[in-house]
């Protein structure tokens, strides 16, 4: 079962491990994944591992192909929030330990305002990948796509392409609700 082999390899794993994950899974098509998804990193010693995670990161939601949100993040009263990915400090990665970015966690109730995003900031767009045709996320001001494969109805593997890194970032997400596994709307 593709669940079990995700499971070993987690909480961390080396690069090759992922993508021969990565690449044994099916694609996903758009219209399966409406609704909010929680997320964790599937480490592979990536300059991002810990950081999302630490500064708060809790998902994405996918409301319909061009209203998407990126980025969710969970505030210190436990409220769930839309964050504009272009005002997120990507240029310190590498450069600032998680330790650091999770004591400053705490200022996110503080810059909320600031970070909010006020519209979606991605799209659903159907790409090829590593020879596959899947769904992907396409950043609205970002060099930043993400690219998805299925592992169950609930539960997918994500593959961050940036331009920055030479090498992919991994996650997974997981429906919050899977009632929202109804469709997609355009």
């Known amino acids: 079962m593709t669940i079990d082999r995700l499971t070993a390899l987690e ?6 491990d992922a993508l021969t994950l990565f690449d044994g899974l099916a694609p996903v098509p758009a219209s399966q994944l409406g609704g909010r998804w929680s997320g964790r990193e599937l480490a592979t010693g990536h300059p991002l591992d810990g950081l999302l ?6 998902g994405k939601q996918f409301d319909g192909l061009d209203r998407v949100h990126p980025l969710l993040f969970r505030g210190p009263a436990g409220e769930i929030f839309p964050v504009d990915p272009k005002r997120v400090p990507l240029g310190l990665v590498g450069k600032v330990p998680s330790t650091v970015v999770e004591r400053g966690r705490g200022l996110l109730g503080l810059l909320k305002p600031a970070l909010r ?3 979606y900031r991605a799209r659903l767009r159907a790409v090829e990948h590593r020879g596959v045709v899947t769904t992907a996320m396409v950043y609205d001001h970002l060099p930043i796509i ?3 494969r299925r592992i169950d109805d609930d539960t997918v593997l994500g593959l961050m392409d940036y ?3 030479p090498e992919p970032y991994f996650f997974v997400l997981v429906r919050e609700n899977s ?3 109804a469709g997609l709307p355009d």
């Open 11 to 16: 909480p961390a794993c080396s690069r090759q």
């Open 53 to 58: 995670v630490a500064s708060g990161w809790y």
């Open 117 to 119: 995003a006020r519209d």
């Open 146 to 148: 993400d690219v998805f």
């Open 163 to 165: 331009r920055v890194f």
């Open 179 to 181: 009632s929202d596994s």
